[in-house]
């Protein structure tokens, strides 16, 4: 397996445009992650979803973050409008559905840089 | 909610010595509690975890140990090397979501 694949690796956008990002999880994994990664805040969880249904959406930022999974292959995080304070690395992670396995597998993650 | 905190920020040592971080976590209902090791520029990695029912894990020259009645968990490296320099996470979960320490970034000085 390839292991969690994110595209784009790198977005530069200008503030205001809309901004999509892409994830694969690792095929048979039941749950999937996405964090947002920047220095002052750190790894923060932004929603989660268990078999394609979001189940935690409590760290969204703002109504302009909104993330869908629409089959077990494919999810997506938009940003519309995009501003400069959204500038970070966001990552998305999958694991197992099996309890004894909690280890998340991270992907390479999406800079986003918007100017 | 779960809130993890991760001390020191920055650590610095000497190849060969050892180096230990130390988390807290504030849900006592947390069972799992992952180090993840993060070199720049790469995703974060699992290094190595420990569950609510050990007290201490080792895995060649790291080790996790955890205290539950004091909520605490803590990472230990011995005999590091350079190519131990990276941001390392530690992070506490009850169920299926996870939250993270804010990092501390260790340099091991040849």
């Known amino acids: 397996d390839a292991g969690v694949i994110q595209s784009p690796r790198h977005e530069v956008t200008e503030m205001g445009q809309e901004v999509t990002l892409r994830c694969k999880p690792i095929?048979?994994?039941?749950?999937l992650f996405w964090y947002r990664q920047t220095m002052m805040r750190g790894l923060e969880l932004l929603i989660y979803?268990?078999?394609?249904?979001?189940?935690?959406d409590s760290g969204m930022p703002e109504d302009r973050f909104s993330a869908k999974m629409p089959n077990a292959s494919f999810s997506t995080l938009k940003i519309q409008p995009s501003e400069p304070r959204d500038s970070a690395v966001y990552f998305c992670a999958s694991r197992p559905g099996l309890a004894v396995v909690n280890e998340q597998f991270f992907g390479p993650g999406t800079r986003l840089t918007v100017l | 909610g779960e809130n993890v905190e991760q001390h020191p920020s920055t650590l610095s040592v000497q190849e060969g010595d050892s180096a230990v971080i130390k988390c807290t976590y504030s849900d006592s209902a947390s069972n799992y509690f992952p180090w993840y090791k993060q070199e720049l520029g790469k995703r974060p990695q699992l290094i190595i975890d420990i569950r609510s029912n050990v007290g201490e894990k080792k895995d060649q020259r790291i080790a996790v140990t955890l205290n539950k009645t004091a909520k605490h968990f803590s990472l230990h490296i011995t005999e590091t090397q350079p190519e131990d320099s990276a941001v390392y996470f530690c992070?506490?979960?009850?169920?299926?979501?996870?939250?993270f320490g804010a990092g501390t970034r260790l340099t091991v000085k040849p």
């Open positions: 979803f268990n078999n394609n249904v979001p189940i935690d």
């Open positions: 095929s048979g994994h039941d749950y």
């Open positions: 992070a506490a979960s009850k169920g299926h979501d996870m939250r």
